[in-house]
């Protein structure tokens, strides 16, 4: 999918590559962004998040700053939707106090610290509002433009029903702290005129997600962010996950000042259902989706506001399925309507990533006879696994359809040879790891000669190893407990 992907953003991109110089502060008129000279501007963006429990946008412990946003320019995009949590505004500890550094350390994110003095020491002890403020300014001295997204309340991953933050009054999402968060931000960022404007909460959701406190609330945070700065465009996303705008069909958002209002979309291919695009005809679905899209936000097209179809994407592996048929379905919809746009993400991978309710892998082998979990063990040459005290972050995933066990970027690599050691490697050789037995906690590997081996424990030094696998079934003279691994 990754070729095809880049080809598809390619094609988006290519009907503004006419643009002349952008003249700021940009404004709308009708369904258009344009500039100060009322020549359109279309948003090319890509979403770069920077809300996650660190505090600090993503990759910069892998390439230096200014070699990121060149990368973002040099792949044809011209803008960045930033995330941030409101908290990086409100909470003056966090943003004042708490450098990247201690950021980092406090998660216990080492590598990460040595990967930022590396690539971005100057970053490294820069209070975290400072180093947003950095990143925001690279990307202007690189021409891109900015969006800032209020992610979320407090640094982590976003989003899922029952957090806290999901909606206007819920505990972590006072409306009026919002609102005078909102005003602080576009009051900080009043002399970068490459901020363009500031999405004013993703993604509303929740068991009361209707429109009436909608229309209550994001007004006010409208009326704050124009208040503090009247250049920004000020865009307002819609209810279930922003895949839904469809109560402004026939209901209209009262703010004071006009030609600044844009209004976002979300739409993944799970947004239609969990792996539906998979279940259907792609033509018969394709129509059908459209149709549902067009009602819950491209109608404001026709009522002449511009939409930001701000977050798509999907696994540029190549394997959904599902991903890949929506992709098309998608891409042909924004070439057809010629949309701004923000992919989702500019990211391969996120320096943590957890979240109440998220857990897409499994990242515990938990070892029920001695209470403790499998780890690695980074003080041997050839790094190998063994046991150790149950990680509360994430270091590792496993997958369990895929039967790879990743710890740091590096992969379980089998041996060959009963009682040996069990080595992690870079990635090319990768054991698939199957689950078996009735129980399903013996984790086996076939060798290259076909024979089944299992993990196992060493008790002496709490090493993983290799053994037959044992006592799979049937015989009770003896307990396999040493084979058991509970994937968590
Ligand atoms: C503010 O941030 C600091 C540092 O992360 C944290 O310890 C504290 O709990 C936060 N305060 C509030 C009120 O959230
Ligand atoms: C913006 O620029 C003006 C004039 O240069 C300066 O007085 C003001 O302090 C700046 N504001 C911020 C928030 O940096
Ligand atoms: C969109 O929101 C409206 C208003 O709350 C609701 O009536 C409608 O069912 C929602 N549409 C979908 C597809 O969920
Ligand atoms: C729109 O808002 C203004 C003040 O912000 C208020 O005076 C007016 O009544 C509102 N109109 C509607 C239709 O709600």
Redesign the pocket.
Known sequence: MARSFYFCLFFLFISSTSKLTTSYPLSTKSRWIVDEKGQRVKLACVNWPAHLQPTVAEGLSKQPLDSISKKIVSMGFNCVRLTWPLDLVTNDTLALKVTVKQSFESLKLFEDVLGIQTHNPKLLHLPLFNAFQEVVSNLGENGVMVILDNHLTTPGWCCGDNDLDAFFGYPHFDPLVWAKGLRKMATLFRNFTHVIGMSLRNEPRGARD??DLWFRHMPQGAEAVHAANPKLLVILSG??FDT?L??LRDRSVNVSFTDKLVFELHWYSFSDGRDSWRKHNSNDFCVKIIE?VTH?GGFLLGRGFPLILSEFGTDQRGGDMSGNRYMNCLVAWAAENDLDWAVWALTGDYYLRTGPGLRPNKNLLFHPSTGLCVTNNPSDNIPTLRLGPCPKSDPWTFNPSEGILWINKMCVEAPNVVGQKVKLGVGTKCSKLGQISATKMHLSFKTSNGLLLCLDVDERDNSVVANRCKFLTMDASCDPASQWFKVL
């Open positions: 209707y429109p209810i279930d839904n469809s109560f549902k819950n």
